[in-house]
């Protein structure tokens, strides 16, 4: 099978190719797993991180790729969840060891043994990959291929987030960024607490315009003043300035949502500027987002087949890979990025 391989990290910045194209052989599904003819993967800011080491393989050489749709071309000896010619997807979770404390309680993206698809597993860029049928889901008839494969990260992460604000209908969600995630978790809130304003803080005028459009009560700048506190909020961004300036504007016990695997160090310094009083007291809360659980991946498809949420996407040949991470870095997009593989 065709495959495009990561051999080292690397910086994109000296070197536009890291992935090489190579043939390798088809893998073999174990009992329980299943083996997919991948149709089509999303590309993802993580696989940025993954090639430039803020989240590095943990073994080489890594095929990348966490948004993966196709069919069962085999399944394992044990594996009778479904059946070949089946469309199925896979996400970031990859494997929970299913028996620690944390697994037993639901929290199976905080396992020890976590394992994410495309960084400690093979992933989507390629022919072929095997998975075990428990982290595999249907795809809702709704979709094509490739509106499947972009939810299968931004919007089951961006869910998470939603559901870890414990937002209520007719509080205020204050969404502070406003990239893919976000603007997904936006479309959701609307759907699902048609009385919450959101609140959009983003740098671009363009984005600001766009959270408009798609229905925020006031968008503003990262340093602007909203027209009220805010119960709730998402952040999304690489840096700390933002954080700071959300929390000030939480309500009495609001809570500071941050979906990021990592934050830059560059404007680290901002949180001298954290103020108790202002910023923390009256049991304000912050808490991150790692990972997603199966829960998440399967409760946003549904969620997302019922409203619909169908994203934009621009197409390239597995073979384009390259090409397709040196434009998202560059942030030139239009839409999900998703490589067409078969
Ligand atoms: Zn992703
Ligand atoms: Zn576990």
């Known amino acids: 099978m065709k495959a495009m391989v990561l051999r080292r990290v690397v910086n994109l910045a000296d070197n536009r190719a890291p992935l090489e194209l190579v043939e390798l052989p088809i893998p073999e599904p174990g009992d329980w797993e299943i083996l997919i003819r991948v149709s089509v993967c999303g590309v993802c800011h993580t696989e940025l991180d993954?090639?430039?080491?803020?989240?590095?393989?943990?073994?080489?050489?890594?095929?990348?790729?966490?948004?993966i749709v196709g069919r069962v071309e085999q399944a394992g000896r044990n594996a009778s969840r479904f059946r070949p010619g089946d469309r199925v997807g896979m996400g970031w979770i990859n494997h929970a060891c299913g028996r620690c404390h944390l697994c037993r309680a639901g929290k199976e993206n905080l396992c020890p043994d976590f394992q994410a698809t495309g960084r400690d597993a093979s992933g989507g860029y390629a022919q072929y990959t095997t998975v075990s049928q428990d982290f595999a889901y249907g795809i809702p008839e709704v979709f094509t291929d490739e509106e499947a494969a972009?939810?299968?990260?931004?919007?089951?992460?961006?869910?998470?987030?939603?559901?870890?604000?414990?937002?209520?209908?007719?509080?205020?969600?204050?969404?502070?960024?406003?990239?893919?995630?976000?603007?997904?978790v936006l479309k959701m809130v609307r759907h699902l607490f048609p009385r919450s304003r959101i609140f959009a803080f983003s740098r671009t005028p363009a984005e600001r315009d766009f959270a408009r459009e798609l229905g925020a009560a006031w968008a503003g700048g990262f340093e602007?003043?909203?027209?009220?506190?805010m119960h709730r909020a998402i952040d999304t961004t690489p840096a700390w300035q933002p954080i700071v300036a959300a929390l000030l504007h939480l309500e009495p016990g609001g809570r500071l949502v941050i979906?990021?695997?990592?934050?830059?160090?560059?404007?680290?310094?901002?949180?001298?500027?954290?103020?108790?009083?202002?910023?923390?007291?009256?049991?304000?809360?912050?808490?991150?987002?790692?990972?997603?659980?199966?829960?998440?991946?399967?409760?946003?498809?549904?969620?997302?087949?019922?409203?619909?949420?169908?994203?934009?996407?621009?197409?390239?040949?597995?073979?384009?890979?390259?090409?397709?991470?040196?434009?998202?870095?560059?942030?030139?997009?239009?839409?999900?990025?998703?490589?067409?593989?078969?």
Not at 172 to 181: D, E, R, T
Not at 224 to 229: N, R
Not at 282 to 290: F, H, M, N, R, T
């Open 224 to 229: 602007e003043e909203p027209p009220a506190k």
């Open 150 to 184: 972009p939810l299968l990260c931004a919007g089951a992460i961006g869910y998470r987030s939603l559901r870890l604000t414990g937002l209520r209908d007719g509080e205020i969600l204050g969404l502070v960024g406003f990239g893919a995630s976000a603007h997904l």
């Open 259 to 342: 979906n990021a695997i990592r934050k830059e160090e560059r404007d680290k310094e901002a949180l001298l500027g954290l103020d108790y009083p202002r910023h923390l007291w009256l049991e304000k809360e912050i808490k991150s987002v790692a990972n997603v659980s199966r829960r998440d991946v399967a409760e946003f498809l549904e969620l997302a087949a019922q409203m619909p949420i169908k994203p934009e996407y621009q197409v390239y040949r597995l073979e384009e890979a390259n090409q397709a991470l040196v434009e998202l870095k560059e942030r030139k997009i239009r839409g999900a990025k998703v490589l067409r593989v078969d």
């Open 50 to 67: 993954e090639i430039e080491g803020r989240t590095p393989p943990s073994r080489f050489p890594m095929i990348l790729g966490h948004q």
